[in-house]
């Protein structure tokens, strides 16, 4: 039973770290900009939402929308004021990662000082916990997941059905051949920065509603999390993302089932780096990261 409890706990994670996976790749496969202050937008989006439950009294649902479209506006402002004027002006790589670094700063510490140090949790109306003898399933545990496919579900048919999502995979291996067309590369690629920033709130909510508190500094985990899945997942390939998220969940969750609970994390990511050792490009990449803006 412990290794069914651990499996479904497995699965609550990873709903999330798919979507986390989902952000980080569709902006960087298509844009090869390393946004880190993703970590940002993923906390100022849960801020947004605790605002207007607790604040604002607005069901959980609809503050999670008000967190979706403040993190697309500031995903947007991001590549509009930030990464656009740097690439105007020539600059390297690393300086685009330290802007983006600067800005996630910046923008954590502008949170402490609007709300504190001190984190906040929100109570969230969810089914009641399931108990099969020994086995447990929280509300949380049954919303999460369900929600995370509805949501994934939906922006893979975005991806491979609308014409924009075609020109977006398209934007991945050529931008050329796509500017050679006529399409404008530039509003794709902020589109994916918007679409890319309005699934972390979601991520975010699916936390919240399993009881987690949200802090100031949380999202610095949340952007290494979405990192390490684009990668295991591999860098050209959007949906991949989700499902390597997915079993970075269930990963981290079994290793509890042999090690004690504080290896669960270090090993993990110790498997993955062995696996990209032997594989590079991820399990359903095709090729490796660009370096090159």
């Known amino acids: ?23 980080f790749a569709t902006i960087f496969s298509t844009t090869k900009i390393w946004h880190f202050a993703q970590g940002a937008v993923y906390t100022l989006g849960a801020y947004v ?33 930030l990464y656009r004027p ?21 923008a954590d510490n502008l949170i402490v000082l609007g709300f504190g140090p001190t984190g906040y949790s929100i109570d969230v109306a969810v089914p009641d916990t399931v108990s099969f003898g020994s086995l447990l399933i929280t509300g949380g545990q049954m919303v999460a997941p369900l929600t995370a496919l509805v949501i994934v579900g939906l922006y893979m048919w975005f991806l491979f059905r609308s014409v924009n999502g075609r020109r977006m995979r398209a934007l991945i291996d050529n931008e050329e051949l796509l500017l050679l067309n006529g399409v404008d590369t530039g509003r794709l690629q902020m589109l994916a920065f918007a679409i890319g920033s309005a699934l972390l709130p979601c991520a975010a909510a699916l936390s919240i509603v399993s009881g987690s508190g949200i802090s100031p500094y949380f999202g610095i985990q949340a952007v290494l999390t979405g990192a390490m899945a684009m990668f295991f997942g591999g860098v050209d390939s959007i949906e991949g993302a ?12 079994l290793a509890a089932f042999i090690l004690p609970t504080e290896w669960q994390t270090a090993v993990t990511y110790a498997l993955v780096l062995v696996f990209l050792m032997v594989r590079p490009t991820g399990l359903f990449g095709r090729s490796l990261p660009k370096t090159s803006l």
């Open 242 to 253: 989700a499902v390597a998220g997915l079993a970075l969940g269930i990963i981290e969750s």
């Open 86 to 106: 740097l690439q105007r002006r020539g600059a390297s790589s690393l300086v685009m990662v330290m802007a983006s670094l600067g800005a996630m700063v910046i």
């Open 49 to 81: 939402i605790l605002a207007a439950s607790l604040y604002g009294k607005l069901p959980f649902a609809l503050a999670a929308g008000l967190g979706v479209v403040a993190a697309a506006g500031l995903g947007a402002l991001s590549i509009a004021v």
């Open 1 to 23: 039973m412990l290794f069914v409890q651990l499996l479904i706990n497995g699965i609550f994670a990873g709903s999330i770290y798919a979507l986390l996976g989902l952000s």
